[in-house]
């Protein structure tokens, strides 16, 4: 084939451009779908707790972080981090002080409704471990990064099994 001429066989620059016309992965996998998955059970903590105490949740939950609610309002989150940064500066006192002396009380949240990529990146960049999800204000679940990666492979091949059955017709 010389110059200007095309052939009936796809390449990867018109692949791409057809498979995304024709709406074929491109749909974005989105935070209530992580939930569907995974559960929307979110392991929660009272401010006034212990540090002790919350150790001891972490470990009945098997998770790395807890959402710190007073009532129904978040008001911060606690991680293992937290506690070892605590650790290394307090000694072994840290045990006795309540979780909101070492909580964060800037906490990021999400929605069901926000797609995970858009997630992803605001978690590296903020370099966030765990987000509560909430839902007009409601907590409904949360997610990790581990949750996030799991469900960006999931997605990826999908689009794999999309393409490749597209190109072997």
Do not use: W
């Not at 929660?44 to 002790?52: E, H, I, M, R, W």
């Not at 978040?74 to 506690?83: A, L, T, Y």
């Amino acid at each position: 084939m010389g110059d200007g001429e095309f052939s009936d066989r796809p390449n990867v620059a018109n692949l791409i451009v057809h498979v995304s016309s024709d709406g074929i992965g491109v749909t974005r996998m989105r935070i209530s779908d992580v939930l569907r998955s995974k559960g929307s059970t979110v392991a929660t903590v009272d401010p006034g707790l212990t540090v002790a105490g919350m150790l001891a949740e972490l470990a009945r939950h098997n998770v790395g972080a807890l959402v710190v609610v007073d009532g129904d309002t978040v008001v911060g989150i606690v991680s293992e981090r937290d506690v070892v940064r605590g650790l290394a500066e307090r000694g072994g006192g840290l045990l006795d002080v309540p979780v909101a002396e070492i909580m964060t009380a800037e906490v990021f949240t999400c929605e069901p409704g926000d797609t995970v990529d858009s997630l992803a990146g605001v978690m590296t960049e903020r370099r966030i471990r765990h987000m509560p999800v909430l839902s007009g204000g409601a907590l409904v679940g949360i997610v990790s990064i581990g949750d996030v990666v799991k469900s960006r492979i999931s997605q990826l091949e999908s689009d794999r099994d999309q393409l490749t059955s597209y190109i072997q017709g």
